[in-house]
């Protein structure tokens, strides 16, 4: 049956591309395309004149070659000679071509321009809409700089024709995309926002699109847009679908159109008149009422218009989030949709669930649809509904479902799509730490991850899961535990071999008690995995190695000999060999005294903004994580450990120079290659921090954060939303010396800030503090450092305070923390044998020499803790002395400038009970009181 | 919109609409991607998908897929029924269209697509609006006859 080609069929061209189609191979089809240009290159260089027809002919059938994917390098300079014809369809493909093959031609830029201001000149009414074609689908700057001002005046003339209008406007819109500086504003704006009330439809169609974009820029300029379109909107709702004809599609009045208005008004908050307002709540309240109605038509093109309506008004009511009642009934509507047998309705609806989690008014209705969702994860057929979903579940997450939800995509992991396991993974990571209350469920969480989807455990997320269990000594026994029980398996991810050696070399020590992990075994099995693994892995293992010695002098020998070995020291990676050679000098050279100083645990990381949030929020781009996170931190401020704004500068100490970055560990300052900075050493945050108020005298929260310093040194005493003061201090006999950083939060800055000390009477005759004053403004996002240089002149009780004033914007700043330099920072430990000290003991029998306190545990009762907080309190931690193994023994002597205080101590942990029975024997009677107060505390 | 192509199963490409200033290279890898990846889905998956941070809202018709590529804010189902009008407009020009008119008459696939869509944003709604702009240009044409036989997109011929 012959098919009718209408309009100027050009038999040439069809005959060509029949030839091109029944060419049998590519090879074929080249060399009638060669033959054909040679073709029309001889007749376009030819001294014969071609008529109008044939080099529109000739002008087409390049047009197909180029279309075919071939280069055409000829012929558009008579492609600008067809657009002078006087002939429709000449100029029409002249124009078509220019429009699908124009580069940036000068030359014939300048010739097009002058055809198509012919054509705008020209009033005859197709020719400008072939011409407004041409600019709206070049768009080049040369183009706008020609017709920007031209197209307004087009545009809002009185006499346009409709279809003319309607291509000046997306014209002018296709313009203003690419060069808005050459729109410019002006007395025609104000009429193209009556273009809304035009009568003809098709024009407000494309008025619509150029006023939106325009009003996303210039919202001033076109506010009054927003009431007409209201009325236009409302006009479109409340028709008959057949009131609209021809703009009617599928019974569905105006589809195009109501989305476009919707959308103009997305570009606006909720109108502030409320008649208006009135309107467009019953407007979206019709369109939700109409989601419910029978269907007037079994054709998806009808269900699929109403609910491009329907979705746009959803997104609309996201976007004013301020009506609960149809926040609610969205959810409602979208809830049903989640389980519609239509595969896009259920990718719509977990899509725009997406948005509705993060308002508060809808985030409790989403949460009701769990179950649906965890199903959709579970069933879907399609991978990018089942993206979807786990975007919708990320969204949805709290802490009521957090474990609930992490369990779900970690199960859904072990299956999940190769492309997006690296997102799930990413998620996750942010989800178990975000939510975490038990920091053993987070530790639990990420060696889960790297057991199913190791491959997919980017740096960050491993790195990251360090830095928590540096920073919280609360996990550290029991990620140590959880590692080495992990690297048993016979086969495991290198990235948990990372994990485990660098938590191992930090934390080895609080498992080494039990024999089962003793430190020979803990290396063994380390070293069990060395050779299986890569240069940067091995070079992570060797710092592990170096940071044993430290901790266990018992292995130092093994260790110094692998260190030796040739593998190691004539290594054929540079980096290996360097850190073999220095390593074993070290253990060689360093006494252990200096070995334990260039080891010493590593101090908390300073937090920042989750480097795996970043992370995400680079691969999903910014819009759709960013605005999700910010209104989800603000309803849930008091989650621990969740990401907080950075003050911008970080410090240099934090940023690895090149030759110190050879954990590769990125951003982690490295331990191992040398002592830890002694200043600079970036905000100490401790993430467990409390927020509390800025208000003098004693900020809530202060006298625990005191508590927590009793056994350590370095970490963050105050943090609130403006300030964060870390501390960093180190003490030798009877002086010391204290590092305070004071980190501006905000980008604002703090204006007279000063931070002063002080020493009640008596602790003043105690207690000597030295300072200089700090600079008194604080730019915004920097930090400043104090120093405090403390001499114990005799023994102490009560701990000085240190107040900070400074202007923050308007108001004035008034805070005051306890400075944590208490009594035991004076302490220097004594190793003595089981006769020596129970004879001491006998010694300091007198009654006010001995106190006693019996108390509940406030912690769980871990052995491995307990001797690192006794350690941590400055006493020696004396084994094989109390006949009682489960009784653990100290010693040492306070030091004062005056005078030096033997002090010896006992403590007795009743399990059954969950009791603690402390006795502290010193030969003061002061300071055996002010320590077991102090110790006390920590258990 | 970003950009419109229509593709036959195959891949081979039929007709390409850029609405954003890309160079040709960046053109073809675009192409060549998008036609593997909207080719390797099943007949029964869902019409949109994430691809970079656009959203492609894709359907079939007989042997030709429409495939268009929309920004983040942007309705994919009104863009699914974009594609549904277009065809439909192409439909009513040729009378059961099919493959074989759009590669015979590509430059009126694309004087069609320019009345209905300009700049990425639709023009023009209205069925009967669109065909009379086209129409009134083959008005002063002659009328040929070529020879080719094929399958409609649209099962029910005529239907209007």
């Known amino acids: ?939 | 919109m970003q950009f419109m192509l229509l593709f036959s199963r195959q891949g081979k490409l039929r007709l390409q609409k850029w609405y954003v200033p890309l160079s040709d290279k960046e053109k073809k890898k675009i192409t060549r991607e998008l036609v593997q990846t909207v080719l390797a889905r099943k007949p029964k998956m869902c019409s949109f998908l994430e691809w970079r941070d656009l959203k492609i809202v894709y359907k079939r018709y007989a042997s030709l897929y429409f495939c268009c590529a929309i920004e983040d804010q942007d309705n994919e189902l009104i863009t699914l029924e974009i594609i549904h009008r277009y065809v439909e407009l192409l439909d009513k020009y040729f009378g059961s269209v099919c493959e074989l008119d759009i590669i015979f008459n590509f430059e009126k696939a694309y004087f069609i697509l320019d009345e209905f869509l300009l700049g990425g944003e639709v023009q023009e709604t209205s069925k009967k609006n669109v065909l009379k702009a086209i129409e009134q240009a083959d008005l002063l044409q002659e009328k040929t006859e070529t020879m080719y036989h094929s399958k409609s997109f649209i099962g029910y011929k005529k239907a209007y």
Not at chain 1, 151 to 159: F, M
């Open chain 1, 1 to 939: 049956m012959p098919a009718v080609s209408k309009g100027d069929g050009m038999r040439g061209l069809a005959v060509f591309i029949s030839d091109i189609r029944n060419c049998k191979s590519k090879e074929a089809e080249i060399k009638r395309i060669n033959k054909e240009l040679a073709n029309i290159r001889s007749k376009f260089k030819g001294d014969k004149a071609l008529d109008g027809y044939s080099k529109k002919k000739y002008v087409c059938k390049l047009l197909f070659i180029f279309l075919l994917g071939h280069d055409i390098d000829f012929g558009h300079m008579e492609a600008v000679n067809l657009l002078s014809s006087n002939r429709y369809t000449e100029k029409q493909i002249g124009y078509l071509f220019i429009s699908v093959l124009v580069n940036s031609n000068s030359e014939l830029i300048r010739l097009i321009n002058n055809a198509i201001k012919n054509d705008l000149a020209s009033r005859n009414p197709t020719f400008m809409g072939l011409a407004l074609h041409c600019i709206a689908n070049v768009g080049s700057r040369e183009m706008a700089e020609a017709f920007a001002g031209e197209i307004p005046k087009i545009l809002v003339a009185g006499d346009t024709m409709d279809s003319v209008k309607q291509s000046a406007a997306l014209c002018l819109l296709r313009l203003y995309r690419t060069s808005p500086d050459l729109v410019p504003m002006g007395d025609w704006t104000s009429r193209v926002v009556h273009l809304l009330n035009d009568q003809h439809l098709g024009v407000v169609t494309a008025a619509t699109s150029l006023i939106t974009t325009l009003a996303q820029k210039n919202p001033e300029e076109f506010k009054t847009s927003v009431s007409l379109a209201v009325s236009r909107l409302s006009r479109i709702v409340t028709s008959a679908s057949t009131d609209l004809q021809d703009y009617t599609y599928y019974f569905v009045p105006a589809p195009w159109l109501s989305v476009k208005l919707l959308r103009l008004l997305q570009c606006y908050p909720p109108p502030e008149d409320p008649a208006v307002r009135g309107r467009l709540t019953e407007c979206l309240e019709t369109i939700l009422n109409k989601a419910q109605e029978p269907p007037k038509s079994k054709k998806v093109q009808h269900s699929n218009a109403k609910n491009a309506v329907l979705f746009e008004a959803i997104s609309l009511i996201i976007h004013h989030d301020s009506e609960p009642n149809l926040l609610v009934r969205a959810c409602n509507q979208l809830g049903q949709f989640l389980q519609h047998r239509e595969t896009n309705l259920r990718y719509l609806a977990l899509e725009s669930m997406c948005t509705l989690a993060s308002s508060e008014f809808s985030h409790e209705a989403v949460k009701t649809h769990i179950e649906t969702v965890i199903n959709a994860l579970k069933t879907e057929r399609d991978v990018s509904v089942r993206q979807r979903a786990v975007d919708l579940l990320y969204a949805m997450c709290d802490r009521s479902n957090a474990q609930q939800i992490v369990a779900e995509m970690l199960s859904y992991l072990e299956t999940a799509d190769y492309s997006i396991r690296e997102e799930i993974v990413l998620k996750v990571a942010i989800l178990a730490e975000k939510y975490a209350v038990d920091y053993t469920w987070y530790v639990d969480t990420i060696l889960n991850l790297i057991r199913i989807a190791g491959d997919y455990v980017s740096e960050e997320v491993w790195y990251r899961v360090i830095q928590i269990v540096i920073n919280r000594d609360d996990v550290q026994g029991y990620a140590a535990k959880t590692v080495f029980e992990a690297l048993q398996a016979p086969a495991c991810h290198e990235n948990l071999v990372k994990v485990g050696g660098y938590i191992l070399g930090e934390f080895g020590n609080l498992i080494a008690g039990d024999p089962r992990s003793s430190p020979l075994i803990q290396f063994n099995l380390l070293h069990s995995k060395f050779h299986l693994c890569s240069v940067p892995t091995r070079a992570l293992l060797l710092s592990t190695y170096i940071k044993f010695v430290n901790l266990f002098p018992e292995v130092k020998a093994t260790i110094q000999d692998v260190l030796r070995s040739d593998s190691q020291l004539k290594n054929a990676d540079v980096e290996l060999q360097q850190r073999a050679v220095e390593y074993l000098r070290l253990s060689t050279v360093a006494s252990t005294d200096i070995l334990a100083t260039v080891l010493e645990e590593m101090p908390p990381f300073p937090e920042r903004e989750s480097s795996i949030l970043a992370k995400l929020k680079k691969k999903k781009g910014p819009s759709t994580v960013t605005d999700l996170e910010e209104t989800k931190r603000e309803r849930s401020i008091d989650v621990n450990g969740g990401p907080e704004p950075v003050p911008a500068s970080t410090s240099a100490a934090s940023t690895p120079s090149p030759s110190a970055d050879l954990l590769g560990l990125g951003a982690v300052p490295p331990a191992p290659t040398g002592p830890p900075p002694s200043s600079g050493g970036g905000l100490l945050v401790d993430v467990f921090s409390d927020s509390a108020s800025a208000v003098a005298p004693l900020a809530p929260g202060s006298e625990d954060n005191f508590a927590r310093f009793v056994c350590k040194n370095n970490g963050v005493l105050f943090e609130n939303q403006l300030l964060q003061i870390g501390l960093k201090s180190e003490f030798r006999q009877n002086l010391g010396r204290m590092f305070i950083f004071y980190g501006n939060k905000t980008s604002t800055q703090f204006l007279n800030f000063t931070p002063t000390l002080i020493c009640a009477d008596d602790l003043q005759t105690n207690l000597n503090l030295q300072t200089k004053p700090v600079d008194p403004t604080v730019d915004g996002g920097a930090q400043v450092q104090q120093v405090v240089n403390i001499e114990c002149i005799s023994d102490f009780t009560e701990a000085p305070v240190l107040n900070i004033q400074f202007r923050y914007g308007g108001t004035f700043q008034n805070v005051s923390v306890k400075l944590p330099i208490t009594l035991n920072k004076f302490f220097q430990p004594t190793e003595m044998a089981s006769q020596d000290f129970f004879q001491r003991w006998k010694q300091l029998s007198n009654p006010q020499q001995e106190v006693q306190n019996i108390f509940k545990a406030k912690h769980p009762m871990d052995t491995e803790i307990t001797k690192a907080k006794i350690i941590g309190f400055g006493s020696a931690l004396l084994e094989e002395v109390d006949p009682n193994p489960a009784n653990f023994v100290g010693a040492g002597i306070i030091h004062t400038k005056t005078t030096q205080i033997g002090c010896l101590l006992r403590l007795e942990p009743n399990l059954q009970a969950q009791m603690y029975r402390l006795t502290l024997r010193t030969s003061k009677d002061t300071v055996s009181q002010r320590l077991c107060e102090l110790l006390s505390e920590q258990f």
